[in-house]
Structures are given as structure tokens and as C-alpha cells.
Nanobody
């Protein structure tokens, strides 16, 4: 199982970025896909998830600004981030919990930096 995230970068406050994560080695359509983020010196925190039927959930800190979506044909999950704030600065990780393995798989992370 591999998760390859991309799309991070340096932007100014108020701007947008779209992160992508390509999954391989799993039945993509059958698994909820998640985004987490980790700021320096802090623990990794949940950002968003998308489940079967395109049911989505978001952390309070990004609700209304971020949108998670996926393309099953491309085995890709996206995170559209709008109205970015300096406090959104973090390494963003895509992730999937594989119940069959009782294990959470992480991608390599992509850096998002928002300047004020």
C-alpha cells in the first residue's frame, strides 16, 4: 500500500491550494480516506475524511474553508483549501485505516506554508 501526496507550497493568507493523494495497493473506493496535518512541535491532527457515498467530515478549524473529494477512477483524494490562514501551516498527510490489517497507513506528507 502506498499513498503519494503532492500539491503543497508557499502561499499568502487568503489564497488557495489543492492537495492530491494517489493511492495504490488498496481497493480505493471501499476505504474512507483521510487528511491529517502536523505543525512543528505539535501532534498530528485530523483535518477531513471522506467515506462511501461521499460522506464528509471536517475538523472545526477547517469547516467551511476546506473541501475533501475523491476520484475513484484515478485512485486520488483531494483537499481543496481556500481562505488559507497562517495557522494552517503544517505538513499535510493523507491516510487510510485498513481494517483488514488493523493498521493506519500514512503518505509521506506535503508541506503547506501560509504567510501573513
Amino acid at each position: 500500500v502506498q499513498l503519494q501526496a503532492s500539491g503543497g507550497g508557499l502561499v499568502q493568507a487568503g489564497e488557495s491550494l489543492r492537495l492530491s493523494c494517489v493511492a495504490s495497493g488498496i481497493i480505493f473506493s471501499a476505504n474512507p480516506m483521510d487528511w491529517y496535518r502536523q505543525s512543528p512541535g505539535k501532534q498530528r491532527l485530523f483535518v477531513a475524511t471522506i467515506r462511501n457515498g461521499d460522506i464528509t467530515e471536517y475538523s472545526d478549524s477547517v469547516q467551511g474553508r476546506f473541501t475533501i473529494s475523491k476520484d475513484n477512477a484515478k485512485n486520488t483524494v483531494y483537499l481543496q483549501m481556500n481562505s488559507l490562514k497562517p495557522e494552517d501551516t503544517a505538513v499535510y498527510y493523507c491516510s487510510v485505516f485498513l481494517a483488514s490489517l488493523r493498521r493506519r497507513i500514512w503518505g509521506q506528507g506535503t508541506q503547506v506554508t501560509v504567510s501573513s
